[in-house]
Nanobody, 121 residues
Framework: QVQLVESGGGLVQPGGSLRLSCAAS????????MSWYRQAPGKQRELVTI???????NYADSVKGRFTMSRDDAKSTVYLQMNSLKPEDTAVYYC???????????????WGQGTQVTVSS
């Protein structure tokens, strides 16, 4: 069974930085896409950044130049480096991976459990 485990959220002052991690555990899968979403209180979940296999990484306009997604394919882990954080970045952040399960011969979409990021002085 494959699952995603997130870590790295917390409380940070405006202008500070945080790095989120999301690791896929299990075996016999390949990764087709990786993305990060966030959901602020009272708002819909929104896409922050997405990487698709064979493609480029795209970012929401609100985070361009401040957030960077990277990945370690050997560890099946994706990271979100968040710099110059603003109060409006406060949200629960979710990672999502579109995987292909080799042992079941089918695609699957997995979500992390979510991690709280709070930007406040």
């Amino acid at each position: 069974q494959v699952q995603l485990v997130e870590s790295g959220g917390g409380l940070v002052q405006p202008g500070g930085s945080l790095r989120l991690s999301c690791a896929a555990s299990g075996s016999s899968f390949s990764i087709n896409a990786m993305s990060w979403y966030r959901q602020a209180p009272g708002k819909q979940r929104e896409l922050v950044t997405i990487f698709t296999k064979g493609g480029s990484t795209n970012y929401a306009d609100s985070v361009k130049g401040r957030f960077t997604m990277s990945r370690d394919d050997a560890k099946s882990t994706v990271y979100l480096q968040m710099n110059s954080l603003k109060p409006e970045d406060t949200a629960v952040y979710y990672c999502k991976m579109d995987l292909y399960l080799i042992y079941l011969n089918r695609p699957v979409e997995l979500w992390g459990q979510g991690t709280q990021v709070t930007v406040s002085s």
